[in-house]
């Protein structure tokens, strides 16, 4: 609420309080994909600083901001290309990552633990999968495009929050949840639009300056919102993912798809259950399981032994450890590691490489 507030200020401070008069954000919602559940075999490894638990396609949007809208409101991008097939045999080199970060004003020290990871994750990247052609995409958690707050008729900067140019080109794709990020808004955020060599709403591999890229699209600030559940759904629904559409080229039928979400609650405002949320991403791989890894890094006061704290929370009510656990390939992280979040990424390759080597495209 202090937030709003502020940002209400910031509104009427700036040309006599003449901003733009359009509400939240559109997003675009999808009924959770009805597929058959996955169970899975939970086993407990250890890492530096804190612990973690285990469990074991078409056209993108252009970032030229000419995008014209196609049916159902889903921006149209235009045809992707295919990185075509490269070693190794299994999934022939092909894995898309997915981060879906919250830009909830809880995220603030987060956020920090958080940057101070991206060298790790792209260290294992380039270290891991260096011959491997891979997309990565951050799904957008934040409401702000088209929101008053960003006080768009503004001569330069607006005041207070977020700190954000106005006069800058909007693309229609800036404003749906779950799209993928090229211009990260808000305090704590790139506030900018991100350099991607492939004009897409994701990176691909043979991106110049590739810990640049990812840390401006992952940069998504503490302006915006929670729900990783709930976007990531969006984000693999085929309203995104058609061609034309914002995300449409990322998701690629005989890729291994990965999926990395970082919120610091449990998420019980998403919509949907963590049944729901496995099924999608199982759905979006043609029912295959196995074709799926998911990293969920959050608090863990559901663990006595957690870094967050223990709040006394009985088994089964924490969502997205639900979540984790449902998923056979899996690995659960504290947020609350001060040590950052690079070992949960690179635990989470090992079971990559494994499933990249036996995937069999559906």
Known sequence: MRRLVLAAAAVFACNNGDGQNSGFSTSITTAPPATTSTGAETTSTSTTGGSSTSGEDSAAASSTGNSDSSAGGIPDGGVPPDGGD????????????????????????????????????????????????????????????????????????????????????????????????????????????????????????????????????ASVGIDGAANVAEVTVKAVASELNSVGSCNAGFLRDDALLVVVVV?????????????????????????????VVLLVITNDIDDPDGLCGYAGIPPGFHELRNWTELLPHSVFGSICNEQGYAGYFAEAAAKIKTQCDVFVPQ
Request: proline letters at 7%; glycine letters at 10%; charged letters at 25%.
């Open 86 to 217: 490269k070693p190794p045999a299994g999934c022939k080199g092909k894995i898309d990552f997915m981060f879906t970060i919250s830009s909830d004003w809880t995220m603030e020290d987060a956020q920090g633990w958080l940057k101070s990871s991206f060298p790790g994750f792209i260290g294992t990247l380039e270290g891991e999968f260096a011959d491997f052609d891979y997309h990565i995409l951050s799904a957008n958690t934040s409401p702000l495009w088209g929101h008053p707050i960003l006080c768009a008729n503004c001569e330069d900067f607006c005041p207070e929050v977020p700190k954000y140019p106005c006069g800058v080109e909007h693309e229609p794709c800036d404003e749906i949840r779950g799209a993928g990020v090229t211009y990260p808004i808000g305090e704590h955020a790139s506030n900018k639009r991100c350099d991607l060599a492939s004009g897409r709403r994701y990176i691909t591999s043979g991106q110049p300056e590739l810990e640049d890229a990812f840390t401006c699209i």
């Open 263 to 291: 919120q610091d609650t449990a998420d019980e405002n998403s919509e949907g259950t963590a049944q729901d949320w496995a099924n999608a991403l199982v759905d979006a791989k043609g029912g295959d399981a196995d074709a």
